[in-house]
């Protein structure tokens, strides 16, 4: 059996998944403030009458990093860089950096040494930091100084955490690796005290199986390797119900995705199957990092978004003041708005349209407050994949082959998951002229989407042939070739290996793991116009995805 939660911004939602089939599924309201007691609510709740032991995983989607850099309640973070000569960042990190002497070069050669009387000196002034993040610019070259420099802070500062950037990513672009190393610091230590606090949870409960955590590419990690890597649980709601999409359907058209909550509307791009990968990785509080993340949008228009009168005007969102009066809350809701109009079941009608009188314009009835509600949310839902399908079209191409093969991406279908999907996807896809889709489990999806997710993780090798060695960043490895026999070929079985050892190392043990080539590079160093050697370039990963397809079951829409 597999157990997946989902932590979102009204519900906490979890799944029992034993053959493809939901088993049992449960959903109780988040705990604001204290997300592990809504958590331990829910387990609780859906294991009624099953056997703990079992269950064989548990995979969890949690806001907790997410809502510690959303609110700044982040860790101060000692931020080493070495940047090298001729590169000002000054102003563009999110936290202070600290610049010291030593870096390589582009081909991982090194130029001038770090020295630890600057670093010692820097750790004087910081003090009292109990994170800290090393980055150099060509670190993922040669992570040597970045490791140097990671063991002079442990000696001198003795914080409780360090991240050295080129272990976070494998890739090129500095800036990126700068703030995911920054912002991996900064909440190591409240994802630390959450991930040992659901472990006591779960085996209070007897359940033996490891703990997995969503992360934003749809992957999953073991809790032991996601504690080292916690700036990969970001964004893991709109993540999980992707994945749950992904399980409950079997897409081949180009398609747009609505994860219709009670606060807000995630929205998603398919393409063969697949969601797309924001470019370069996620942005956190506007800085850009080196995360990988599907690409998504949020609109603030969910099941509990506040309806007010201001003026003559009707507003809708973005924010939530309770769930809907139909069901007890405070204030009028989109939710209200779709009970009046039919198209959803729960919820007391009377007190809905109550809820719509309140918003009503002169002479409306509660019906048409109710319509007037559900199309300017609609506006506001189809405006952003408007916005969305705009920036896509004007994305640069890269390749040669993108220009002449490429084509504009066309959506033949909306196909929405989530508590209002019943009654927003049909008008958003008939504004939008596209037949639409709301899935059996859809109340459960993102619950379904983190049990059944793949584990995942990645590396990244590059060898350079006429220097005789390669790299692998994210483990710290730099190792000798043969000059004149090391291939692309040897190249990729390296990376296979590497790979391997990185999953164990992690703790994905799965029986047969899926990997995936997401990039490769190779180009011939010239010198005396004579060819010496190649730099190549591999980046593999464990691939995302689920593990079987799922079936709703007796119990998907509970």
């Known amino acids: 059996m597999l157990l997946g939660i989902d932590v979102g911004g009204t519900f906490t939602d979890a799944v029992v998944i034993k053959d493809g089939q939901v088993w049992a599924s449960a959903k109780t309201p988040t705990t604001h403030g204290q997300l592990l007691r809504g958590i331990i609510m829910v387990i609780d709740k859906v294991l009624a009458g099953i056997n703990q032991a079992d269950v064989r995983r548990v995979a969890l989607s949690t806001t907790i990093v997410t809502n510690a850099l959303i609110e700044g309640e982040i860790d101060k973070v000692a931020l080493l860089l070495l940047p090298g000569p001729g590169l000002n960042l000054e102003g563009l990190t999110p936290g202070e950096p600290h610049f010291l002497s030593g870096y390589t070069d582009h081909r991982g050669r090194e130029k001038a040494l770090p020295v630890k009387d600057e670093v010692s000196t820097v750790c004087r002034k910081i003090g009292g930091s109990k994170a800290a993040a090393v980055v150099g610019k060509f670190a993922v070259r040669n992570p040597a100084q970045e490791r140097q420099v990671a063991d002079w802070v442990q000696e001198c500062l003795r914080p409780d955490h360090i991240t050295v950037g080129a272990e976070l990513s494998g890739s090129l672009n500095y800036l990126r690796r700068i703030n995911s190393a920054y912002y991996n610091a900064a909440v190591w230590r409240i994802f630390t005290d959450f991930a040992a606090a659901i472990e006591n949870a779960v085996a209070e409960r007897g359940i033996t199986a490891p703990v997995h955590i969503l992360k934003a590419d749809g992957g999953t990690l073991p809790l032991g390797a996601a504690q080292e890597r916690p700036v990969e649980a970001i964004f893991t709601g709109p993540a999980a119900s992707v994945l749950g999409i992904m399980a409950l359907t079997n897409l081949t058209e180009p398609v747009i995705s609505l994860d219709i909550g009670g606060t807000s509307t995630d929205i998603a791009l398919w393409q063969n199957g697949v969601p797309l990968l924001a470019t370069g990785g996620a942005v956190v509080n506007g800085y850009p990092t080196a995360v990988r993340s599907f690409w998504l949008s949020s609109v603030g228009i969910g099941g509990d978004s506040y309806v007010r009168r201001q003026g003559d005007k009707l507003l809708v969102g973005p924010m939530r003041r309770g769930p809907a009066m139909a069901c007890g809350g405070p204030e009028p809701t989109v939710t209200?708005?779709?009970?009046?109009?039919?198209?959803?079941?729960?919820?007391?009608?009377?007190?809905?349209?109550?809820?719509?009188?309140?918003?009503?314009?002169?002479?409306?009835?509660p019906d048409e407050a109710a319509g007037e509600t559900l199309r300017a949310a609609t506006h506001t839902v189809c405006k952003a994949v408007a916005d969305m399908l705009s920036e896509q079209a004007a994305r640069p191409v890269y390749k040669?082959?993108?220009?002449?093969?490429?084509?504009?991406?066309?959506?033949?279908?909306?196909?929405?998951?989530?508590g209002a999907a019943k009654g927003l996807v049909p008008m958003v896809a008939q504004e939008l002229s596209l037949p639409w889709q709301v899935p059996d489990g859809h109340m459960v999806a993102n619950a379904i989407g983190a049990a059944s997710s793949r584990p995942t993780t990645e590396i990244t090798l590059r060898a350079d042939s006429a220097e005789g060695y390669y790299t692998v960043p994210e483990l710290g490895i730099k190792r000798p070739v043969d000059k004149q026999r090391f291939s692309l070929a040897d190249a990729w079985?390296?990376?296979?290996?590497?790979?391997?050892?990185?999953?164990?190392?992690?703790?994905?043990?799965?029986?047969a793991p899926v990997s995936e080539r997401i990039y490769e590079e190779e180009f011939n160093v010239i010198r005396g116009f004579t060819t010496i050697g190649k730099i190549m370039t591999c980046k593999l990963q464990l691939k995302p995805g689920v593990l079987v397809p799922v079936q709703a079951g007796r119990f998907g829409d509970e």
Do not use: C
């Open 336 to 365: 209200d708005a779709l009970r009046v109009a039919g198209m959803i079941e729960y919820g007391d009608q009377e007190l809905a349209r109550k809820a719509m009188l309140l918003v009503a314009a002169e002479g409306q009835t």
């Open 400 to 418: 040669v082959e993108d220009i002449v093969h490429g084509t504009v991406f066309k959506p033949e279908l909306v196909i929405g998951v989530g």
């Open 493 to 511: 079985a390296a990376a296979e290996t590497h790979l391997a050892e990185r999953a164990v190392a992690g703790g994905i043990n799965e029986t």
